[in-house]
C-alpha cells in the first residue's frame, strides 16, 4: 500500500491542501478555501497599511480542504503519514499560557490587535526603524546581520512593539506571541503549554533575529531598552528551533477525530509558505525560486563554503537549514508584485463598480456577469495592448514600491511614483510601466545577490502570475537576461511542505531524497531575447534616476519628522 502525506499552504487570500502520494509524487487531490471574514475585509485599514486576518478563517479553511481531499481521494486514514503547515510570514499572533489565540477568546474575539498581524501589515514602520537604530549603536552585537542588516517592519520584533505600544489591553493578555506556521502545528498537536511548541527555524531565523551564533534570540539586555516587555516576552519564548523534515507531533484525538484522520498522523514542524515552495519547485545551488503571487519571496540556497560566513547585505535573511537542511537559505522579495498590477486593476474598475448598481435596466444577474466579464478579462486585455506597443512610443516610467520595498535594503516608508505622463499616455502605456516596475525590481534582487558573491544561474517562476501571463515572465526574462523556467504544478508549496512532511514520516531519509522523487516538472521556459534586453538598458536607467530621487525626497520629508 502506497503513503500519503498532506501539504497545507496558508496564502494571503486563501488556505489549500494538497495530497500527495509520497512514494511517486503524484498529486492525489487539492481543494482550495477563501477566508470569509478576510475577504469581507475585516479587520483591515489598508489607507493605514493595517492587515489582520481572524484564526477563525484558518481553522475553517483547514476543516473544509483536508476533509475536502480526503473526501476525494477516498483513502484509508491510516495510509496517510504525515502532515506539514506553511503559512505567510512574518504574521505571528498573540496567545496565552496554553498557546490558543487572543481572538478565539472574550474580549478579544473582534479586536484587531488581538488578531494574527498578517505579513503585509507596515503599521510598525517606525518601530522597525527604532529597532535598527539600536542594533547599530547600543554596542553590542548587530542583531541584523543575519536578516540583510536591516530590519522591517514586516518582521516579528516590530510588529509585536507596535501593538504592545498601541494596546495596553492586549499587552497585559498576551503571555506569548507565535508565527502563523508554529501556531496551526501547535494546534494540531492538541498541546496545551505553548513552551513545548517547537519553533519553526526559518521563521525564526528570518524574521525574529534568531541565529546560533548568539544563543538564539536576541539577549534581553537589547530587548529591554526597546521596550522592558520584549526582555519579558524572551523568557516566554525559545531557545531552540527546528527544521521542517522534523517531528512536532502527531495529530491530537480531537483533531483526528474531526479531520477523518488518526492519531499516528505525525504533525512536521512549520515552515513559511516560500521556503515550501522553493522545495516544491526542487530548489538548488545556483537556482533562484522565485515565488510570485501577491508579493515575491526570492530563494535560493548555497553551501556554507560559499558564503563562509559572509553576511548578505540588504535581503531577509540567511538561516541553516531553512530551505533544504544542511544547506544555507537565502530570501529577499517584493512587497508587491501582483499586488501592483492588481491595484492598477482595482482603479480601472472603480468607475464599473460605482455606476454598474445604479443601472436600472439591467437584472442584478445581469450586472454580476458584467462586472465577471471585465474583471476576468482586464489584465489580459491589457497585456496583449502592452506587447504591442511600439518601442517608439515614449511610456511612463513607475516604480514598484506601492507597498514599501522589501528588498534588497527594506525600507517601506518608500512609495510608488510615475514620471512621463502626457495626454497620449493611455492605460495600456500605465501597465506596461508598471509591468517594467516589477520586473527591474525583480533584477534588484537578483544584482544584489550577485554582488555579494551568490552567483544565478537559473530562475524557477512559481505560483500564479507565473503560470498565468507569458507576457510578464517573457518580460521578466527579457529584464534579467536570464533563462526562467516554470514549474507546472498550481500548488507548489503546498508540494514542498507535502515533501517535508514525507521526510518527517520516515519515508524519505531526508529532504534531497525526496525531493526527487516528489518535485514538480517544468511546463515553460522563457528565454532572453537579445534586442529587447538591450532595448530595456535606457528603460532601466530611467527606472534607477526614479528611484534615486525618490529615495532623497523621503528621506528629506522624513529628516524633518522625530522618530
Given amino acids: 500500500m502506497s503513503s500519503y502525506v498532506i501539504g497545507l499552504d496558508y ?16 498529486e492525489v487531490a487539492a481543494m482550495v478555501h477563501e477566508y470569509k471574514r478576510w475577504n469581507q475585509g475585516l479587520y483591515c485599514k489598508p489607507p493605514k497599511n493595517q492587515y489582520r486576518q481572524h484564526i477563525l478563517d ?8 483536508i476533509g475536502g481531499v480526503l473526501t476525494e481521494a477516498h483513502l484509508d486514514p491510516q495510509l496517510v503519514k504525515a502532515i506539514c503547515i506553511d503559512t505567510t510570514g512574518s504574521s505571528p499572533l498573540p496567545v496565552n499560557k496554553s498557546g490558543e489565540a487572543l481572538c478565539l477568546q ?62 495596553e489591553g492586549v499587552r497585559e493578555a498576551a503571555y506569548s506571541w507565535v508565527e502563523h506556521c508554529d501556531y496551526i502545528t501547535h494546534m494540531l498537536t492538541g498541546n496545551n503549554d505553548i513552551h513545548l511548541l517547537k519553533r519553526s527555524r526559518c521563521a525564526a531565523g528570518h524574521k525574529a533575529m534568531w541565529h546560533e551564533s548568539w544563543d538564539g534570540l536576541p539577549s534581553k539586555d537589547f530587548l529591554k531598552q526597546l521596550d522592558p516587555y520584549l526582555a519579558q516576552l524572551r523568557d516566554h519564548l525559545y531557545e531552540e528551533t527546528f527544521t521542517s523534515d522534523e517531528i512536532a507531533g502527531t495529530l491530537s484525538s480531537e483533531w483526528a477525530t474531526k479531520l477523518g484522520l488518526t492519531t499516528e498522523t505525525r504533525i512536521a514542524v512549520g515552515t513559511f509558505d516560500a521556503h515550501a515552495g522553493a522545495v516544491g519547485a526542487g530548489a538548488r545551488e545556483h537556482t533562484l525560486v522565485r515565488v510570485m503571487g501577491t508579493s515575491t519571496c526570492d530563494m535560493i540556497v548555497a553551501s556554507e563554503d560559499t558564503l563562509q560566513d559572509h553576511p548578505v547585505s540588504g535581503i531577509c535573511g540567511q538561516v541553516n537549514g531553512s530551505i533544504i537542511p544542511g ?26 463598480d460605482q ?24 489584465i489580459e486585455k491589457l497585456s496583449f495592448e502592452a506587447e504591442h506597443i511600439p518601442h517608439t512610443e515614449s511610456l511612463p516610467v513607475a516604480l514598484d514600491w506601492i507597498n514599501g520595498r522589501r528588498t534588497p535594503d527594506a525600507n517601506q516608508y518608500l512609495k510608488g511614483a510615475m514620471i512621463n505622463l502626457s ?10 510601466s508598471l509591468v517594467y516596475a516589477i520586473c527591474l525590481g525583480s533584477k534588484k534582487i537578483v544584482d544584489r545577490f550577485e554582488s555579494e558573491g551568490v552567483e544565478i544561474k537559473e530562475v524557477i517562476g512559481i505560483g500564479g502570475v507565473a503560470r498565468k501571463s507569458p507576457y510578464i515572465m517573457q518580460l521578466l526574462a527579457n529584464v534579467l537576461n536570464k533563462p526562467i523556467e516554470v514549474a507546472e504544478s498550481d500548488q507548489t508549496p503546498a508540494l514542498g511542505a507535502a515533501i ?14 525526496a525531493m526527487e522523487i516528489m518535485t514538480c516538472g517544468i511546463e515553460a521556459t ?19 534616476e526614479l528611484a534615486r530621487f525618490i529615495e532623497e525626497i523621503t528621506e528629506k520629508r522624513r529628516s524633518n519628522v522625530k522618530i
Avoid at 526603524?129 to 548587530?142: M, V, Y
Avoid at 537559505?329 to 468607475?351: C, H, M, N, T, Y
Avoid at 445604479?358 to 466579464?373: G, M, V
Fill in 11 to 26: 496564502g494571503t487570500d486563501s488556505v489549500r491542501a494538497l495530497l500527495v502520494n509520497a512514494e511517486t509524487g503524484n
Fill in 58 to 65: 484558518h481553522i475553517e479553511g483547514l476543516e473544509i480542504t
Fill in 106 to 167: 472574550p474580549p478579544w474575539t473582534d479586536h484587531p490587535n488581538a488578531m494574527m498581524i498578517l505579513w503585509k501589515d507596515h503599521t510598525a514602520v517606525e518601530e522597525a526603524e527604532e529597532i535598527n537604530h539600536l542594533a547599530r549603536n547600543w554596542g553590542g552585537i548587530d542583531y541584523t546581520v543575519f536578516e540583510g542588516g536591516i530590519y522591517s517592519s514586516e518582521w516579528f520584533w516590530a510588529k509585536i512593539l507596535h501593538i504592545i505600544r498601541e494596546d
Fill in 327 to 352: 544547506m544555507i537559505g537565502l530570501e529577499a522579495g517584493q512587497s508587491a508584485f501582483g499586488d501592483v498590477l492588481a491595484w492598477f486593476k482595482s482603479i480601472l474598475l472603480w468607475p464599473m
Fill in 355 to 378: 455606476m454598474l448598481p445604479q443601472i436600472s435596466f439591467l437584472s442584478d444577474s445581469q450586472k454580476d456577469a458584467i462586472r465577471k466579464s471585465f474583471d476576468e478579462g482586464l
Fill in 423 to 432: 495626454l497620449g499616455t493611455e492605460a495600456s502605456h500605465l501597465f506596461k
Fill in 500 to 513: 517535508y512532511a514525507s521526510v518527517a514520516a520516515g519515508i524519505y531519509p531526508n529532504v534531497t531524497s
Fill in 526 to 544: 522563457y528565454f532572453p531575447q537579445e534586442k529587447e534586453v538591450v532595448e530595456l538598458q535606457n528603460y532601466e536607467r530611467s527606472y534607477d
